[in-house]
Structures are given as C-alpha cells and as structure tokens.
C-alpha cells in the first residue's frame, strides 16, 4: 500500500498550494480520506476529510473556508487546495485512509487511520 502526498513548498503568507495524494495497492473508492498535519513539538491535527464517494466534506474550523479537499475515485488520487495560507499552517501534511469516520477525539491518533503516506512539508512565511 502506498500513499504518496506531493505539493508542497514554501510559500509567503495569503498564497496557495494544491498538495495531491497518490494512492494504490487498496481499494481507494472503498476509504475515507483524511488529510492531517503535524507541526514540530506538536500533536497531529486533523485538516480534512472526504467520504468515500467524494460527496461527504468536513473541514476542522482553523481551515474552514480556506481548504477545500476533494479526490477522483478513477484516478486514485486525493487533493487539498490551500488558498491564503497563514504560518500557523506550516507543518508536514499526510493523507490516511480509513474504513470510516474517526470519532472526533481520536483523530489525532495515528493507530485510528488504516494506511498512513509519507507527508509532504508546507512551509509557509509571514
């Protein structure tokens, strides 16, 4: 199984980055996907997450607005738009898939997501 999240750079605040997620080896139309950050010192945090279908969007409030996730089941790939990136966004970004939703307060659980990819790193300046 492989997840492969690719896209990110640094950037100076108000700007953009689009991070994509490459995923094989499972049955990717068949998992949640989650996309989670972690920053230096700090627990991780969860970003985003889209059903299975793609038709199911929920984004944590720091983000809302801002981030819009989405993927296409035909190409296996997931995606996370990123408009006016702030600092406070800075962190390496990981996509997981998951059989289902994560109850609220294990999210930031890395034992509750099945498979877990290598993460890309968003640096973002002020």
């Known amino acids: 199984v492989q997840l492969q999240a690719s896209g990110g750079g640094l950037v100076q605040a108000g700007g953009s980055l689009r991070l994509s997620c490459a995923a094989s080896?499972?049955?990717?139309?068949?998992?949640?996907m989650y996309w989670v950050r972690q920053a230096p010192g700090k627990e991780i945090e969860w970003v985003a997450v889209?059903?299975?279908?793609?038709?199911?969007?929920f984004y944590a409030p720091s983000v809302e607005g801002r981030f819009t996730v989405s993927r296409d089941n035909t190409k296996n790939t997931l995606w996370l738009q990123m408009n006016t990136l702030q600092p406070d966004d800075t962190a390496m970004y990981f996509c997981?898939?998951?059989?289902?939703?994560?109850?609220?307060?294990?999210?930031?659980?890395?034992?509750?997501?099945?498979?877990w990819g290598q993460g890309t790193q968003v640096t973002v300046s002020s």
């Open positions: 997981a898939a998951t059989e289902g939703p994560i109850p609220p307060a294990k999210v930031s659980s890395k034992n509750e997501y099945r498979y």
């Open positions: 080896d499972f049955t990717f139309n068949n998992y949640w």
């Open positions: 889209i059903n299975a279908a793609g038709m199911t969007t």
